[in-house]
């Protein structure tokens, strides 16, 4: 019984991480596709959510670019 109930957790798991992956891999190929079309028409929206969902999830930051914090007023 129990491996039965492990056995089901792994598939669950493995399923959500191969659904995860793939929506991430959907949102680049949708960044990209928006990038190339809106090179030649400027008019076309920003952004679909699973793009803009993917350049959120794979931006990096650096010191540089991080906003200024705000001292805490004591």
């Known amino acids: 019984m129990i491996l039965v109930l ?4 792994a598939v669950f798991l493995a399923g959500s991480t191969c659904g995860i992956f793939a929506m991430l891999v959907i949102g680049i190929h949708a960044e990209e596709r928006r990038v190339m ?14 793009g803009a969902v ?6 990096t930051r650096t010191c540089d670019e991080a906003p200024t914090r705000v001292p805490a007023g004591r």
Do not use: E, Q, W, Y
């Open 6 to 9: 492990a056995s089901i957790i």
């Open 37 to 50: 079309r809106n090179r030649s028409n400027p008019t076309r929206p920003d952004s679909s959510r699973a």
């Open 54 to 59: 993917s350049r959120h999830l794979l931006t």
